[in-house]
């Protein structure tokens, strides 16, 4: 069965940095739509970033707007791992961020639906503290 397993969360002060990472087994996240997630304490899961790569290359990457130009979402097929870059971190960016996966491609437009993905990783924890 397919699995993403999530890494690389932990406890930062705030305006630091961490870099998570998703990697996939019994699933090629190239040329097939990947996001991140995360949810808060009290709320709903909301998305973060999305990438859509085809044949090698980077097709589309999209994010929300709380976190643009903060965070930066990446993937290396060969290591069939997707990466989220987060710096400038603020204390409302604790979470737990998950990673999810789709069978095929997305548009652009629908990469934050959770309705849009098929398979999730466990999440990874992140808090951020001042």
């Known amino acids: 069965q397919v699995q993403l397993v999530e890494s690389g969360g932990g406890s930062v002060q705030a305006g630091g940095s961490l870099r998570l990472s998703c990697v996939a087994s019994?699933?090629?996240?190239?040329?097939?739509?990947m996001g991140w997630f995360r949810q808060a304490p009290g709320k709903e899961r909301e998305g973060v970033a999305g990438?859509?790569?085809?044949?090698?290359?980077?097709?589309?990457?999209d994010y929300a707007d709380s976190v643009k130009g903060r965070f930066t979402i990446s993937q290396d097929n060969t290591r069939n791992t997707v990466y989220l870059q987060m710096d400038s971190l603020k204390l409302e960016d604790t979470a737990i961020y998950y990673c999810a996966a789709r069978k095929g491609s997305c548009f652009r437009s629908a990469w934050s639906s959770e309705s849009a993905y098929d398979y999730w990783g466990q999440g990874t924890q992140v808090t951020v503290s001042s």
């Open positions: 019994r699933y090629t996240v190239g040329g097939n739509c």
């Open positions: 990438i859509y790569t085809w044949i090698g290359s980077t097709y589309w990457t």
